[in-house]
């Protein structure tokens, strides 16, 4: 599978990391101000999370993108090339042409649109590129997470019941499994 390295849309310039200490630390900046609410979602997002992982990570990106097997997306916008947040395409079927899309987004930058601007923008190229069916999972409690795959026009297929150890609230949780379709 092939995804292009820059996507523009209205608004932002999604774009394949390269890693360099210099964006482990813009990146981690916003990690640091926003992992409050990001720790509650995301497992990675440790209260102690640190640049050298955040560097690791981006070398990690990279490497997938070599290999043809997951993308990701600095989002920046246009026109003050801030970083706002990441957005990527990650678990690819390529039998079945099912990829999944995952993302999180500066406290900064929430409430604007921006990330279901990105994952349009994403899903038009991953539709172009063969995939068939797109799935974005979120934790039924996070409601922002849902509200985008709703603006996105994506179909909640179902909840997968205490699907997962919520090591935040320390208990089971449950998770939605959204998905849109190539012809929709």
């Known amino acids: 599978m092939i ?17 360099t200490f210099a964006l482990a630390e ?9 992992i409050e609410s990001l720790h509650r979602w995301l497992p990675w997002a440790k209260l102690d999370y640190s640049v050298e992982e955040e560097f690791a990570y981006i070398y990690h990106v990279q490497q997938k ?18 970083f706002l947040g990441i957005v990527d395409l990650v678990k690819i079927d390529e039998k079945n042409k099912i990829g ?26 991953c539709f172009a590129a063969g995939i068939n069916r797109l799935i974005i999972r979120n934790d039924t409690q996070n409601l922002r997470s849902a509200n985008v795959a709703l603006r996105a026009g994506y179909h909640l297929d179902g909840v997968m019941r205490q699907d997962r ?3 935040v609230m320390q208990k089971f949780a449950d998770t939605n ?4 379709l190539k012809g929709e």
Do not use: C
Not at 3 to 18: A, H, S, Y
Not at 26 to 34: F, N, Q, T
Not at 177 to 180: E, M, Q
């Open 100 to 125: 999944e899309i995952g993302y999180w987004l500066s406290n900064d930058a929430v409430g604007n649109g921006y990330m279901t601007e990105a994952v349009q923008a994403l899903e038009i190229h």
């Open 3 to 19: 995804l292009p390295e820059k996507i523009v849309t209205n608004r932002m310039i999604l774009e394949q990391p390269v890693p």
């Open 177 to 180: 499994i959204w998905s849109k």
């Open 165 to 167: 150890w919520d090591e």
């Open 65 to 82: 993108w070599q290999e043809k097997t997951g993308f990701a997306y600095l989002m920046r916008n246009s026109k003050t090339n801030r």
């Open 26 to 34: 813009e990146v981690y900046a916003k990690v640091a101000l926003s």
